[in-house]
Structure formats: C-alpha cells, structure tokens
Nanobody, 115 residues
Framework: QVYLRESGGGSAQAGGSLRLSCAAS????????MDWYRQAPENERELVAS???????NYSNSVKGRFTISRDNARRTLYLQMNSLKPEDTAVYYC?????????WGKGTPVTVSS
C-alpha cells in the first residue's frame, strides 16, 4: 500500500517561509518522479513543482525563484521550501506520484499566508 503524508503547513506572514515535507512508504521512492500540487478554494488543483528520480526540477511560473523542491531518497522524503510567501500562495498543498499506472496523493497540508 502506498502512503504519502504531508506535514509542515501552517500560517505565515507575507514574505515569510515554510518548509513542507512528504513522507512516502510503499513505493521504491528513489525511482519515482515526485510532485507538489496545490489547490486554493474554488480553484482547480495546479502543479507547483516537480522533481525527477535523477533530481531534475521544474516549477510553475508563479513560484519560480521562490520555492525549491528537493528529495532525500535515504529518508524517503520529499520537501518543498517556500520563501517570499505571498497571500496568493494560500492553498492546500498535496504530494503526488504516479507509479504502476496509478496516481497517488497525500491528504494535503494547508498553508495560509496573510498580508
């Protein structure tokens, strides 16, 4: 059984920082591409950042230069360092991977950024 468990969400002031973590089990973490998505109220879920098994990264234009995705394969953990936070970053953040023809999602961790 695949489990993805996010943590690290909370409240921050605009300009502040938060670090999200996603602990994975049930998959060969080191060979999986991993992603962070977010969903704001009344919006569709959107891709924020991706990292391949080899460590290559991609970011949405809205977070490029402010967020950093990384992974620790030994700890089977995915991270999202969020700096220079803006109120529009307020959303529930989800960890995601696609493995054996199945999408897997965590339950999400909420982030609220106040101005």
């Amino acid at each position: 059984q695949v489990y993805l468990r996010e943590s690290g969400g909370g409240s921050a002031q605009a300009g502040g920082s938060l670090r999200l973590s996603c602990a994975a089990s049930g998959i060969f973490f080191g060979i999986n591409d991993m992603d962070w998505y977010r969903q704001a109220p009344e919006n569709e879920r959107e891709l924020v950042a991706s990292i391949t098994s080899g460590g290559s990264t991609n970011y949405s234009n809205s977070v490029k230069g402010r967020f950093t995705i990384s992974r620790d394969n030994a700890r089977r953990t995915l991270y999202l360092q969020m700096n220079s936070l803006k109120p529009e970053d307020t959303a529930v953040y989800y960890c995601h991977t696609y493995w054996r023809n199945t999408d897997y999602w965590g339950k999400g961790t909420p982030v609220t950024v106040s101005s």
